[in-house]
C-alpha cells in the first residue's frame, strides 16, 4: 500500500468509510414500494414514478439513496432528479396512455406492450448505433464491437450490459428494458481479440455498458490480460467508461476483488498500456463522499488516469457555478476533465435537454471560472451520426448570427477540426434542427455521409 492511501484511510476510515454499506443491495421498478424513504412523498408522487419506471428503466442501491440524495430538497435535488423517475420524463399524451393502462389492469403483457409502443417513439437507437457502427468478422456481424471512428473501438462486454444504478436521462436506455433484440452484447473474449488483431490501425480500445465495472475481475481479466500479449502492440490504450466512483466507489476499496482489480490495472501500466477509466460525473455532490475519494486515490496509485465526462443537463447541472466546481474538484483529486456533451436525442430528451445557445453559455461561463488544467474538457459536443460535433462558439459573419462548430470526432477524419456553420437558432438542441447559414442547402458533410448511410460504410474503409 502506498504512503498516499495510508494517511487518506488513517483520515476518514473511523468516521465515514466504516458507516457505508458494503453489501450491494438495489431497487428495481418492481421494489419501488420497498425503498423506505420513498413514503415521505405523497401517493400521487410516487404513482407518477410508477407510471415512468414502466416505460424507462430504474435501478437504484443503497448507497445511493443514503450517501448522494439530499432527501430534504425532494423532488429538486439533483441526485434525486438522476436517478429517480420523474413525471415531465414522459410527454404529457405517453404519460396518460401508460397511467391509464397501470389504472384498469394488472395484465403484464399489455402493460409491456404499451410500454414498448412508448418505447418505440423515443427513438431507442440514436446517431445510427445499430446499423452503421457494428463490423463484421467473416460476415458475421459483431454484435459486442462497434467501430465508428477509426482509431477506437468500443467493445460491450456480456457481463457489463447493467449499472449499479440507472441515470435517468442515459442514452443507452434502451439496452437496460430486457429486450435482448435491442441489446449489444458480446460473450466472446475471442471475437474480440480476432477483431483487433486484423485491424492494426485501432489504437484505443473503449470497454463500455452498461457498466464494465460491474463485472468480476476474472471477466475483466480474461478480456484486458491478452492485450499484453505482441500482437495487440498496436493497442496502446484501454478506456474503461464506468458510473461506478458515484454509483458504488466500493468496487474500487473494499469489494471481495477490489484489490484483484487495481492489480489487473497495475499489471496493464507496468506492461506500457496507458490505461484510462473513463468516469461520469454529472455533479461535483458525486465526488463528495470520503469513500469516493479514496476509490479515486486507490485508482491513481495504480498509474491509471482517470478522465471525467458529462452531458449537461436540465434538472442536474445546467449552471456555470456547478461545472466549475465540479472540474475544479476533479482537478483538485487528480482527475483530467475531458468532455461535456449534449443531452442526446433519445429517451427522455425534452425533460433533459438544454438549447445549444445556452449549452456554449454554460460551457463558456464555467470555463473562464478554472484555471487552465480544468480547461482540458471539449464541448459542448452532440454525439451525432456523423461525428462528435463541438459548438464551438455564436459569431456575426457579413450580418448573419451564425454558430461555429466543428468535429471534434468524425466517420472519416478528414472532416475533423475544419470549421463550418450553421444559422443561429435560440431554441435549437439538436443537429438535425440546425441549417446551413449563408443560404447554403447542405453542411460540407452531408451527401459523403448520405453515401455511407446506404453503403453502410463503416471506419475500416478509411
Ligand atoms: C466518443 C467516441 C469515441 C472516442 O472518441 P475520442 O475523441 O477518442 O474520445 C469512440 N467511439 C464512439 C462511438 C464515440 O462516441
Request: include cysteine.
Amino acid at each position: 500500500m502506498t504512503p498516499v492511501i495510508q494517511l487518506i484511510k488513517k483520515q476518514i476510515i473511523p468516521e465515514t468509510v466504516d458507516r457505508t454499506p458494503d453489501r450491494f443491495q438495489v431497487f428495481t421498478e418492481k421494489q419501488l414500494d420497498k425503498i423506505a424513504v420513498l413514503s415521505r412523498l405523497s401517493e400521487q408522487h410516487r404513482f407518477e414514478m410508477r407510471v415512468v419506471s414502466t416505460v424507462l428503466p430504474f435501478r437504484v442501491n443503497q448507497y445511493v439513496l443514503d450517501y448522494l440524495i439530499n432527501w430534504n430538497n425532494i423532488p429538486d435535488d439533483p441526485m434525486f432528479q438522476l436517478v429517480f423517475p420523474q413525471k415531465g420524463m414522459l410527454s404529457e399524451q405517453d404519460f396518460e396512455q401508460m397511467a391509464t393502462v397501470l389504472k384498469s389492469t394488472t395484465d403484464r403483457s399489455l402493460i409491456q406492450q404499451t410500454a414498448n409502443e412508448i418505447r418505440q417513439r423515443l427513438n431507442p437507437h440514436p446517431a445510427e448505433q445499430l446499423s452503421l457502427n457494428v463490423p463484421s468478422i467473416e460476415e458475421q456481424s459483431a454484435e459486442g464491437i462497434q467501430h465508428k471512428y477509426r482509431e477506437t473501438v468500443l467493445f460491450f462486454p456480456g457481463q457489463g450490459q447493467v449499472c449499479h444504478s440507472f441515470c435517468s436521462f442515459c442514452f443507452r436506455w434502451a439496452q437496460f428494458i430486457g429486450d435482448k433484440n435491442l441489446r449489444f452484447s458480446n460473450k466472446e473474449a475471442e471475437q474480440l481479440h480476432t477483431y483487433l488483431v486484423k485491424h492494426k490501425k485501432i489504437t484505443d480500445l473503449l470497454i463500455t455498458g452498461g457498466d464494465p465495472m460491474v463485472m468480476k475481475t476474472d471477466h475483466l481479466v480474461s478480456y484486458l490480460e491478452p492485450l499484453l500479449r505482441p500482437e495487440f502492440k498496436h493497442v496502446q490504450t484501454i478506456r474503461i467508461g464506468t458510473k461506478s466512483l458515484s454509483f458504488w466507489p466500493q468496487r474500487f476499496v473494499n469489494d471481495a476483488d477490489a484489490d484483484a482489480l487495481l492489480a489487473l490495472f497495475s499489471r496493464l501500466v507496468k506492461a506500457g498500456k496507458h490505461v484510462a477509466l473513463m468516469a461520469h460525473f454529472n455533479h461535483w455532490r458525486e465526488m463528495s463522499t470520503l469513500i469516493t475519494q479514496e476509490a479515486i486515490q486507490r485508482i491513481r496509485a495504480t498509474g491509471v488516469v482517470i478522465r471525467t465526462q458529462s452531458p449537461l443537463l436540465n434538472h442536474i447541472n445546467n449552471d456555470p457555478d456547478i461545472w466549475a466546481q465540479m472540474w475544479r474538484e476533479q482537478v483538485r483529486l487528480g482527475m483530467v476533465p475531458y468532455y461535456m456533451f449534449v443531452e442526446r436525442d433519445t429517451g427522455a430528451r425534452h425533460y433533459f435537454e438544454v438549447p445549444l445557445a445556452r449549452t456554449w453559455e454554460v460551457y463558456r461561463q464555467a470555463i473562464q471560472k478554472v484555471s487552465g488544467l480544468a480547461r482540458t474538457a471539449r464541448g459542448p459536443s452532440m454525439s451525432t451520426g456523423p461525428g462528435k460535433i463541438e459548438i464551438h462558439g455564436v459569431s456575426e459573419i457579413n450580418g448573419e448570427k451564425v454558430f461555429v462548430l466543428r468535429f471534434i470526432q468524425a466517420r472519416n477524419p478528414d472532416w475533423v477540426q475544419r470549421p463550418f456553420f450553421a444559422k443561429y437558432d435560440t431554441d435549437a438542441t439538436w443537429l438535425d434542427q440546425l441549417r446551413p447559414a449563408f443560404g447554403e442547402e447542405k453542411f460540407f458533410f452531408q451527401d459523403e455521409y448520405d453515401a455511407m448511410l446506404l453503403k453502410q460504410i463503416s471506419p475500416r474503409a478509411y
